[in-house]
């Protein structure tokens, strides 16, 4: 990575703010994961059985009540970082969800915003928390712009992609953007060798890809596979210049390592 970001080049991780220990996993809510109004295990348990669109589909009603989605505090920061680059005039939100990237994304943009997404259930959701912005269902690896867009954005969405199928995801973009535009999206440091996270992160992929490997539909889901150092490839590829700027609003880790930097890929 360029610039004094230096998020080292292991998997990164989806961005969490500082103080994201959660607590919510020591309290019982009847059944329920995350919070009262988050899904049940066996909600979950569903989920993770369907294929990708369908298990969103079917946790869409709960999304914004688990983890899963971006925090506040990572599309603040993202929006913060943003701010003087702009304004732009048209926004993109690529694999939008429920629609909390519009936290991010409607503030540095004057005019129309749009999300796309393929789960009809989060789109739906997405809709009746911001009628305001055009919500469209699309696969995202077919992208259905063309020079359209000033800005596109996405958040904790890569790790749904297999690394062969990010240089169509890239691509989709770079079409979709206007000459000069810019794809920015948060990339968290990778977990320390050793530590907690880094057991739970190759844990979770781990279980992923036996589950994969063993059932139908396969639910893709890897927290491990977005090395820096590859998707600085692929978007260099696709034909984006690439700089990394740190978030400096989620803080540093103990060895002076910003937390989470947000990419910047510019069609030129």
């Known amino acids: 990575m360029t610039g004094s970001s230096r998020i080292h080049e292991r998997s990164a991780v989806r961005c969490r703010p500082p103080n994201a220990r959660s607590r919510r996993a020591a309290t019982p809510y009847a059944g329920r994961v995350f919070s009262p109004q988050g899904p ?3 909600e979950l348990v569903v989920q993770g059985l369907s294929s990708v669109q369908r298990g969103y589909d079917l946790l869409a009603p709960k999304f914004d009540h688990t983890p899963f989605r971006t925090p506040d505090a990572v599309l603040d920061a993202t929006a913060e970082a943003l701010r ?7 926004g993109l939100d690529v694999c939008c969800g ?4 519009m936290r991010a994304l409607a503030p540095v943009c004057r005019e129309r915003v749009v999300g796309v997404d393929f789960s009809a259930g989060m789109l739906a959701r997405a809709r009746l928390a911001h009628p305001d912005a055009t919500w469209v269902r699309a696969d995202a690896r077919a992208l259905p712009f063309t020079s359209a867009f000033d800005l596109a954005v996405t958040f904790g969405a890569l790790g749904h992609f297999l690394p062969a199928e990010r240089p169509a995801l890239f691509a989709g973009v770079y079409r979709a953007l206007r000459p000069g535009g810019l794809l920015a999206f948060p990339l968290g440091a990778p977990p320390p060798i050793g530590s907690v996270p880094y057991w739970l992160m190759n844990g979770f992929d781990l279980v992923m890809r036996v589950r994969n490997a063993i059932w139908r539909p396969r639910f893709i889901m890897y927290y491990g596979t977005c090395r820096l150092s590859a998707i600085r490839g692929e978007l260099a590829a696709a034909g984006f210049t690439v700089r990394t700027v740190p978030l400096e609003a989620l803080g540093r ?5 910003a937390r989470c930097a947000l990419v910047l890929a510019r069609r030129p």
């Not at 880790?253 to 390592?257: A, E, P, S, V």
């Open 253 to 257: 880790r103990r060895d002076g390592t």
């Open 98 to 101: 429920t629609g909390a990237g």
């Open 40 to 42: 049940s295990l066996g």
């Open 84 to 90: 003087p680059l702009g304004p732009f005039a048209r």
